[in-house]
């Protein structure tokens, strides 16, 4: 099947009262709603081969050409010689990610040399780029904590500590958040990334 082609509901008096889907007889208010339930959204053909409870509408065919052409952006993101639009190549010696090689710390290295040192130990092939990590702040606000420390208490509680006091404290929580080094804190910056692969000489 290619068309989809919508069933019309009428009533006893042969008024309109609704659409159907021709492939699962789903009702619709709107004829176009009705026409585009089982239409496959990658080829914008009829999918006569949904399941009952399905989740997509895309043609078994479609989702694994779909995945495919994903995994080889992202191959050619790390293996390409060339630099993939929308990437900017900057200098970096921190945390990097590589989502080819998720076995190690789910993807992330402390340093373009980590994963170069990594993959030459696992005989695997070096990338010439990995997207470039950032350190996500731990957002710790006081005002929840000064909530919880005061919802025992009388209402006049709260007031009796001095603002700068509780100023104190947020820099107090902030400078620990800045110290701590957790690598599942570690975020890929979606536009940069770093040379990882080294040139011969």
């Known amino acids: 099947m290619i068309a989809s082609i919508p069933i019309p509901l009428r009533g006893p008096a042969g008024d ?66 060339k630099v993939p639009v929308g990437i900017e190549v900057i200098a970096h010696s921190g945390p990097v990610f590589c989502a080819k090689y ?20 696992q005989r695997l092939r070096v990338p010439y780029r990995a997207y470039v990590c950032t350190l996500r702040p731990l957002d710790l606000d006081v005002d929840a904590l000064r909530e919880q420390a ?22 107090l929580i902030d400078q620990w958040a800045k110290a701590q080094d957790f690598s599942d804190r570690w975020e890929p910056c979606d536009h940069y990334m770093v040379v990882v692969k080294e040139k011969k000489a």
């Open 16 to 81: 309109l009262l609704a659409w159907a889907c021709m492939v699962c007889r789903t009702a619709y208010q709107q004829q176009e709603s009705a026409r585009l339930c089982c239409l496959c959204p990658i080829c914008n053909k009829v999918n006569s081969s949904l399941p009952k409870a399905f989740e997509s509408r895309e043609h078994t065919r479609c989702s694994k050409q779909r995945s495919e052409e994903r995994a080889s952006r992202e191959d050619a993101r790390y293996f390409d010689r």
């Open 102 to 121: 998720l076995p190690h710390q789910e993807g992330f290295f402390s340093s373009p040399a980590a994963l170069r040192l990594w993959c030459t130990e």
């Open 150 to 171: 005061t919802s025992q208490l009388t209402e006049s509680a709260e007031a009796n500590v001095r603002a700068a006091d509780w100023e104190g404290l947020q820099r």
